[in-house]
DNA sequence: CTCTTAAATAAGAATTATTCCTATTTAATA
DNA sequence: TATTAAATAGGAATAATTCTTATTTAAGAG
């Protein structure tokens, strides 16, 4: 993702262009293992040192609310991000590895069946798998 | 859940019967929300005064090592916990609300799918929708 | 290009959730 | 009833995140 095009992703979603937040979109293309806010601190400081780490936080909410990225899930307490729009789900294991799982047919059927099923008193607005199990060759 | 049924589940997973744990057991069995560390705490607090915190957060820990209650996924890093054990799905809302949502039909579904369709590198132990979107009449 | 202003950020204090530590207590069992 | 490993109390420590306020800055107007 060049700077062109982090510029775009800014104004599209009607933010201000600011060097903090083009370097936060700068960290998420160089990672793809749904970062921590921790993760990410730690990348920003060793290539921006002057950027305060609240300022990364309040981006990434900004961020969030904008739909630019996504909270992942968790059950441990910590917040992880994805920067991953198109529709998908998520592989964890026992070692805080969260991988992305893209499956069109699997969201055929899941429509599929939804289409007919309704549940009561609930709105479906979108389904995601949490898989777990084991990564064999990690 | 009375007094006997708690004391089976405690001695069936090799643990002690202490008035601690039974009082956590207790507090499960009054809450039908996936409550929150916090919320048990305060339950807690209330019947039994002199529990300590740490304590109940150890008991948590321990009761979810032998599969007695569950950790539930949340984005916003608090966690929540499961008491319910039979497989089922969760519905998620912006307010924090979290219900269960027990479907037969579509376990039987992801279980044919991924009887045939593998995931390369990854080993499923568990499948487990997040279905996020709107409760109506809450 | 300069000015204006609302929005964004820095810096660090404060808060929240959770874990850790150690002395004391207790449940199980012999 | 005595023994002992396990469990707990109490509170300090840590980690993650949010909050606060003064300062800076990006974007648009003139």
Redesign the pocket.
């Known amino acids: 993702m060049d700077f062109i095009k982090i510029r775009n992703t800014?104004?599209m979603h009607g933010?201000?262009?600011?060097?903090?937040?083009t370097a936060i979109l700068e960290a998420f293309d160089e990672m793809r293992d749904h970062p921590?806010?921790?993760i990410i601190i730690e990348y920003i400081r060793q290539h921006?040192p002057?950027?305060?780490?609240?300022?990364v936080?309040?981006?990434l909410?900004?961020f969030v609310d904008k739909g630019i990225i996504q909270k992942v899930k968790t059950e441990?307490?910590?917040?992880r991000y994805d920067f991953i729009t198109e529709k998908h789900h998520h592989l964890y294991d026992d070692s805080n590895i969260i991988k992305d799982y893209f499956d069109e047919e699997l969201n055929e059927i899941l429509q599929d069946y939804f289409k007919n099923k309704t549940i009561p008193g609930f709105e479906i607005e979108d389904i995601k798998l949490q898989i777990k199990g084991k990564f064999n060759n990690v």
């Open positions: 800014l104004t933010l201000k262009i600011t060097p903090q937040r921590s806010a921790d921006h002057n950027i305060a780490t609240g300022t936080y309040n981006t909410e900004t441990n307490g910590v917040m």
